[in-house]
């Protein structure tokens, strides 16, 4: 199965700045993949789709990017509703596999 | 607006069974493929199983097929994961999510996901 790398494990940011988070495929999974936020208690929320597309709702800040086997996702200018931890995830084969998740904390 | 109710989850000793219940509206639910994915303690998402829309296919992780059975009855919108065997590295919040069709590539992500319910393996 592909596995997932994201690093780092944990970025201590303050709001306002900029955060990349990366994700690291052990081969291509072309641009089938996801992003998803997660906060403490609560279920994770779709917020990239196919590497680069921002699912509804989602706000401007957040971007992805990449293809094959590194890809990126930067959230502009941290807000403090952003401070959650952050998953990818592969559809290219089977099964679907997630990363292990990059946590983005308060500074 | 779309809701997923997961319900089932429990204390359970090595070796038994349980049956979770996903209770699905706001949707079509009949039209979707639907998962399970499973998180333990402090960790990652992890896959579990799926199933299509009609309830002809089912998918399952290596490390729950034989012991997992997912199902569906769509007249009541319920989608139900059925697990025996049960061991404590099983231990883990179940979520139910909804499949999606991305427009642009048809590739598939999920796009809703319930609030989870806690199975919890021990003697």
């Known amino acids: 199965e592909i596995v997932l790398t994201q690093s780092p494990a944990t970025l201590s940011l303050s709001p306002g700045e900029r955060a990349t988070l990366s994700c690291r495929a052990s081969q291509s999974v072309s641009n089938s993949l996801a992003w998803y936020q997660q906060k403490p208690g609560q279920a994770p929320r779709l917020l990239i789709y196919?590497?680069?597309n921002r699912a509804t709702g989602i706000p401007a800040r957040f971007s992805g990017s990449g293809s094959g086997t590194d890809f990126t996702l930067t959230i502009s200018s941290l807000e403090p509703a952003d401070f959650a931890v952050y998953f990818c995830?592969?559809?290219?084969?089977?099964?679907?596999?997630f990363g292990q998740g990059t946590k983005v904390e308060i500074k | 607006e779309v809701q997923l109710v997961e319900s089932g989850g429990a204390l359970v000793q090595p070796g038994g069974s349980l049956r979770l219940s996903c209770a699905a509206s706001g949707f079509t639910f009949s039209k979707y493929t639907m998962h399970w994915v499973r998180q333990a303690p402090g960790k990652g998402l992890q896959y579990v199983s799926g199933?299509?829309?009609?309830?002809?296919?089912?998918y399952y992780a290596d490390s729950v097929k034989g012991r997992f059975t997912i199902s569906r009855d769509n007249s009541k919108n319920t989608l139900y994961l059925q697990m025996s065997s049960l061991r404590a590295e099983d231990t883990a919040v179940f979520y139910c999510?909804?499949?999606?069709?991305?427009?642009?590539?048809?590739?598939?992500?999920?796009?809703?996901w319930g609030q989870g319910t806690l199975v919890t393996v021990s003697s």
């Open positions: 995830q592969q559809r290219s084969s089977w099964p679907p596999t």
């Open positions: 196919d590497a680069s």
């Open positions: 999510v909804k499949e999606w069709r991305s427009i642009e590539t048809a590739l598939v992500y999920f796009d809703y």
């Open positions: 199933i299509s829309p009609n309830g002809g296919s089912t």
